[in-house]
Nanobody, 126 residues
């Protein structure tokens, strides 16, 4: 069974950077997408970035385009989220997820992902 473990969260000032890591227990686990989601208190879980495992194609929410970069290191079964120019509104619990998705337009929808990590907290102060 695929297991995901996130790391790299922390507290930074606005304008700073963080790099999140998601370590998978195996390659893909039969999934074709890996993604990062976030959830702030009182808000719905939001898709941030997704990567198509086979080709490395990437997809982003409008709110993070140009600031966040998702990438993968296939030999180590690790997915990264480089977050630059962080804003206070980026503060949230960040989750890594794996899913098998047919329609690429669904790759930032949390309901399409079946395997989740436990999350890592990101706090951005103004």
């Amino acid at each position: 069974q695929l297991r995901l473990v996130e790391s790299g969260g922390g507290s930074v000032q606005a304008g700073g950077s963080l790099r999140l890591s998601c370590s998978a227990s195996e390659y893909s686990g039969g999934n074709n997408y890996m993604a990062w989601f976030r959830q702030a208190p009182g808000k719905e879980r939001e898709g941030v970035a997704a990567i198509y495992i086979r080709t490395g194609s990437t997809y982003y929410a409008d709110s993070v385009k140009g600031r966040f970069t998702i990438s993968q290191d296939r030999p180590s079964n690790t997915v990264f989220l480089q977050m630059n120019t962080l804003k206070p509104e980026d503060s949230a619990m960040y989750y890594c997820a794996a899913g098998s998705i047919i329609d690429y337009s669904h790759n930032l929808m949390s309901t399409k992902y079946k395997t989740w990590g436990q999350g890592t907290q990101v706090g951005v102060s103004s």
